[in-house]
């Protein structure tokens, strides 16, 4: 009989938590399985939309704008919220809401349950989507984390949180970095998850090199090095702008997505001369063509959970520059690509920069072979076992 599952996430606004979901869905449907994603919020009109593959149902409900309905829930907030933002910062401003967030995403999956059959596996996937249903429960709900581990040990309030978070839920980790992160985290709170899996990401590199050779109006001219990320200060691209400064001229960066830093990212190029130098593209439906297009791809996140546009550079037979950073980056840089990353300033940056420039560097890409699909799927089938 079809195995049922059903994929929780915040939006499908552009991202790797958003296309990483896509493939998985796509590559349970080829076993065989039914797939049911549910989108907790309504995209970004501004940000381009990751699509589901045929076949797969999809749902948008923002419980979280339901919520708000219920006159206690209303009220609740209202009383409580700048209180516990205060107590425990950003984490708190999930607990009163995720009581009735929770709640009314559980009955959703008794509705589809009833209407359709039960569910062998529930995914809930990445930062924001898993904190407003702490409270959710069920047989078989998977937490897959892939994002910052926010400090949940700064004062009872955010290690009660982390308990009430983790304690007894089933988590998967997308790398073996973020699993180090988390028992970290674990053993800070005493929050003692029921089960802790690590299921690595997986790339498509034929799906990565197809949609490569899409046709780009504007698309710069080769040679020049590329980010790809969010701009924010979590992804840190201003450390690749100060490295360009200490670059010859003829290097060009172009900066691939959007974000709350780009104001001030742009300014800091003014200010250290590069800024026409320096390409903003702002969010695109396709970044492949501009890695492809590149000389090779500079990563200077401040944390990766794993690291997906690192792997797919590499499908693209593009060498990388990668700064230091507690996550999953050494699960992909390993064995002869270790050399790819080095330490997080300017000018280690720049150095790794003008050497793979100087040389024409080519990255040996056998260590994709394990990032595959078939084995990605499989592991997170058999947790419905």
């Known amino acids: 009989m079809a195995k049922r599952v059903l994929i929780i996430l915040r939006r499908l606004n552009i991202g790797g938590i958003q296309t990483q979901t896509s493939l998985l869905a796509g590559e349970f449907l080829r076993r065989g399985c039914s797939v049911t994603v549910l989108v907790q919020k309504k995209s970004y009109s501004s940000t381009p939309e990751v699509t589901m593959p045929a076949g797969a149902e999809v749902y948008c409900r923002d419980f979280d704008r339901e919520s708000k309905l219920n006159p206690f829930c209303f009220f609740s907030r209202v009383a409580a919220m700048p209180l516990l933002y ?57 937490g897959v984390v892939e994002g910052v581990v926010p400090d949940f040990g700064r004062n009872c309030f955010t290690r009660h949180f982390a308990r009430l978070l983790f304690g007894g839920k089933n988590i998967v980790c997308v790398s073996e970095g973020e699993a180090l992160s988390l028992g970290a985290m674990f053993r800070r709170t005493g929050a003692v ?14 799906y990565v090199k197809e949609r490569s050779l899409e046709k780009i109006e504007g698309l710069p001219e080769p040679g020049y090095i590329v980010t790809v990320g969010r701009l924010s200060g979590i992804k840190n691209q201003g450390l690749a702008i100060r490295a360009l400064a200490y670059l010859p001229e003829s290097v060009r960066l172009v900066l691939v997505g959007e974000g709350c830093c780009r104001a001030e990212l742009e300014g800091l190029a003014e200010s250290l001369g590069v800024r026409s130098r320096c390409i903003f593209t702002g969010n695109l439906p396709n970044p492949y063509p501009y890695i492809r297009n590149a000389a090779m791809l500079v990563h200077t996140s401040k944390y990766e959970a794993f690291g997906m ?69 499989g592991k997170f089938l058999e947790l419905s076992e």
């Open 86 to 142: 205060l107590l425990s910062g950003r984490i708190g401003r999930y607990l009163v809401p995720g009581i009735f967030i929770s709640r009314l995403t559980e009955r959703f999956i008794e509705n589809l349950e009833k209407e359709k059959g039960s569910f062998d596996l529930i995914l809930i996937r990445g930062e924001g989507a898993i904190e407003p249903l702490y409270r959710l429960r069920h047989r078989n709900l998977w």
């Open 193 to 206: 998850p029921a089960r802790l899996e690590t299921i690595l990401n997986f790339i498509n590199p034929d």
């Open 309 to 377: 546009v690192i792997a797919e550079a590499l499908a693209l037979g593009k060498p990388v520059a990668v700064t230091e950073a507690p996550g999953g980056m050494r699960n992909i840089l390993k064995g002869p690509l270790a050399d790819s990353i080095v330490p997080a300033d300017e000018r280690s940056l720049a150095e790794r920069i003008r050497k793979v420039l100087e040389s024409g560097e080519k990255p040996d890409t056998s260590v994709l072979s394990d990032f595959s699909a078939d084995n990605t799927a």
